[in-house]
């Protein structure tokens, strides 16, 4: 039991206890464990994961989750408020991403769970709409693009055909995807940025391709979706990658990532409302009566409708604006300092989130040093390589500062260790020669313990 986070210090639980626990001890102990945590990311060098970091927001936020949070949006009939903030939200959502541009369809949407949950819903429909014709289905997915993808892939019986990226750009290959469309191709894959490099793949040629081929594409907007539309009117150089690109048939843009609101909510746009319309689930004949849901999930909250909505309306477009500029800002900055070192190289062109390698050591080397000035990034593999996703916490005065002295610190003890092997390595750097059993029942075992086994019932 020992491992079990707080087991030191507070009663630990394998059975519910027989008498209820007053109230104020449960959020006294919330409290510490809250601001304990908090401390983690408040000091602005922990890269993505608190997009906002603004807890007069996230105050906002949970009292507009509280008036909803027991509500099911299932039954609507109950709370027509829920249809009002969802929609809302998938309307806003469309209007930021270019719908206005298109013609001759009927753009529509879903709000879903997460990232992860939009890119399962699109694959979903990309397989429902598929043509009677098609055996099994396939959609092709850049390396770089999200692991999520695979999943859906996984669960719904889609092939994901992995097109490899230019080594330089990171950017998808074209030829590629052109030469590896077949009969059984759904939709192609592009991202808006992509997870690891924050790199923008050629969405508009992707784009001609889907429409010479009639296949979908789906554009991975979960990160940059709701950050990408405000850095391009502040003039940043990012190419058209929303509905005004023709051919996009679906994007993904995350409302609890950079569009502020609480986790637990995304969005998945739709050109037309068709291709939604394939993947809802109904049962119509069972017993219990007939059941019909919108998505994967059944019983969801109102609270994270509302809360979502009121992140957006409060926020407003100037809102949006306001905290993209600061993020881009930032983000040049924190570059500048990472191109100042020549031993480090920056992985194609980055836009909010960079990431950089080095040819000349381990660039985990680089992590090693920086973890002891608290810094958290996130690792990559083939080539080794580290990112920051800046978010707002980085924004705070100090941070860039803090940033440049750090990394310079960092690059001077990497070259003086360049023939050790870095710690962190180990842990996010490639397994070399790829996948082992040992490493699948490592992390196994790495995921058990973090949910349960640390508290697991002791054998009778
Ligand atoms: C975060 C992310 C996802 C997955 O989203 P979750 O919210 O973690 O499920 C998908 N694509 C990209 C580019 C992402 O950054």
Redesign the pocket.
């Known amino acids: 039991m020992s491992g079990l986070p707080y087991s030191d210090e507070y009663e630990v639980h394998r059975t519910m206890p027989e008498e209820g626990t007053d109230k104020q001890r449960i959020l006294a102990m919330m409290s510490d464990l809250s601001s304990r945590e908090n401390h983690v990311w408040e000091s602005g060098q922990c890269s993505g994961t608190m997009y906002c970091g603004d807890h007069d927001h996230y105050d906002f936020l949970n009292e507009a989750f509280a008036h909803f949070s027991y509500v099911n949006t299932l039954q609507r009939d109950m709370c027509p408020s829920a249809t009002k903030f969802e929609a809302e939200i998938i309307a806003m959502t469309l209007d930021m991403l270019g719908a206005n541009s298109l013609t001759g369809t009927n753009p529509g949407g879903l709000v879903t769970s997460?990232?992860?949950?939009s890119?399962a819903h699109a694959v979903l429909a990309y397989r429902e709409s598929a043509a009677p014709s098609t055996s099994r289905p396939n959609m092709i997915k850049p390396e770089t693009a999200?692991p999520?993808f695979a999943k859906a892939g996984h669960l719904f019986g889609v092939d994901m055909k992995i097109a490899p990226v230019d080594p330089v750009t990171t950017q998808v290959d074209l030829d590629w995807v052109r030469a590896n469309i077949d009969s059984n191709t759904v939709a192609l894959i592009g991202?808006a940025t992509?997870?690891g490099y924050g790199t923008i793949d050629p969405i508009g040629e992707l784009g001609a391709i889907a429409l010479e081929h009639e296949v979908g594409l789906h554009v991975?907007g979960?990160?940059g979706g709701f950050i990408l539309p405000f850095g391009r009117e502040l003039g940043y150089p990012i190419a058209p990658f929303d509905f005004s690109v023709p051919g996009v048939t679906t994007i993904s843009a995350?409302t609890?990532?950079y569009g502020y609101a609480l986790k637990g909510t995304?969005v998945l746009a739709f050109a037309d409302q068709s291709l939604r319309n394939a993947q809802y689930f109904y049962l119509t004949d069972w017993s219990g009566g007939k059941y019909c849901s919108p998505g994967i999930d059944g019983s969801r909250s109102g609270g994270l409708l509302a809360a979502t909505w009121a992140a957006m309306v409060h926020l407003g477009r100037s809102g949006y604006r306001r905290y993209a500029e600061a993020i881009f800002a930032t983000s040049a900055q924190m570059q500048t300092a990472v191109r100042s070192h020549p031993s480090l190289r920056m992985m194609g062109q980055p836009s909010f989130l960079f990431s950089f390698t080095s040819d000349e050591f381990d660039v985990y080397l680089v992590n090693d040093f920086l973890r002891t000035r608290g810094w958290r990034l996130n690792g990559q593999q083939y080539p080794n390589a580290i990112h920051m996703a800046v978010t707002r916490p980085q924004t705070q005065p100090g941070v860039v500062e803090r940033w440049t002295t750090d990394l310079a610190e960092a690059v001077a003890f990497a070259l003086a260790h360049r023939d050790e092997a870095p710690k962190s390595g180990a842990i996010y750097g490639g397994v070399a020669g790829g996948m082992t059993a040992e490493a699948d029942e490592f992390i196994k075992a790495v995921m058990a313990d973090m949910m349960d086994q640390q508290a697991a019932i002791p054998a009778p």
């Open positions: 997460g990232g992860s949950g890119i999200h999520a991202s992509n997870y991975d979960c990160l995350d609890h990532k995304s």
